[in-house]
């Protein structure tokens, strides 16, 4: 089985662009979740997709935004980029998105790498 | 609200020493916990998990961690490092809502030869 996947693997946008960012989950797994990687904070948790539905966010500001289509793959768009945007995205795919399914796991891609100038 | 503690920003072991990697929590309910692992420039990759049921759990690349309730702790060890092993290691709880995993800062775990 294929496993997350993610385009493209490495940006270099400048401040004031936009992103979009791609993510292809598992075969099956209908739940995509995405986090922010930095060296200060760590990861930290965007947003959940289900069945093309937004279920969870994050406490990041409204420049984050994302969807999901009907075959499960999900993108995430950053609105006016700052420096501080700079980060590996990850994403994750599970079943149902955990929330106590204890048959659940998320499996991530290998993520976006984001570079602000 | 949950939460996750890694202490050890950085350890260091010898190949062949016995590796552990510490991990504390919190959670208002029954945890789900979870250990990565994430080689440079890649995405996490599962180690393994707890849910419900035996507390000693036993995961990939001869990794194992114990749940322990009254500690509140989920430690990661390893009995022989191995160069291979040198990476970071993110323990989580899931964070009682949708698709949230809730990260520790991360150990970054290296093996001298």
């Known amino acids: 089985k294929a496993g997350v996947t993610q385009t493209p693997r490495y940006l270099i946008k400048t401040r004031g662009q936009q992103v979009t960012l791609s993510c292809s989950p598992i075969?099956?797994?209908?739940?995509v979740s995405w986090y922010q990687q930095t060296p200060g904070q760590g990861l930290q948790f965007l947003f959940e997709?289900?069945?093309?539905?937004?279920?969870n966010k994050g406490n990041f500001p409204g420049r984050f935004s994302g969807r999901q289509f009907s075959n499960s793959r999900s993108e995430m768009n950053v609105s006016t980029l700052e420096l501080g945007d700079s980060a590996l995205y990850l994403c994750?795919?599970?079943?149902?998105?955990?929330?106590?399914?204890?048959?659940?796991?998320?499996?991530f891609g290998p993520g976006t790498r984001l570079t602000v100038l | 609200a949950q939460s996750v503690t890694q202490l050890g920003s950085h350890v260091s072991v010898s190949e062949g020493a016995l590796v552990l990697l510490r991990c504390n929590y919190s959670?208002?309910?029954?945890?789900?916990l979870f250990w990565y692992v994430q080689y440079p420039n890649q995405g996490l990759q599962l180690l393994l998990k707890?849910?419900?049921?035996?507390?000693l759990v036993k995961g990939i690349n001869g990794f194992e961690a114990e749940f322990k309730k009254s500690e509140t702790s989920f430690h990661l060890t390893k009995p022989s490092a191995h160069m291979s092993d040198a990476a970071e290691y993110f323990c989580?709880?899931?964070?009682?809502?949708?698709?949230?995993?809730?990260f520790g800062k991360g150990t970054k775990l290296s093996v001298k030869p």
């Open positions: 989580a709880v899931e964070g009682g809502s949708q698709g949230n995993l809730i």
């Open positions: 075969s099956g797994h209908r739940s």
């Open positions: 959670s208002s309910v029954p945890p789900y």
């Open positions: 997709y289900f069945s093309e539905t937004q279920r």
């Open positions: 707890y849910t419900t049921g035996a507390t």
């Open positions: 994750a795919s599970s079943l149902t998105g955990l929330a106590g399914d204890s048959t659940d796991t998320q499996y």
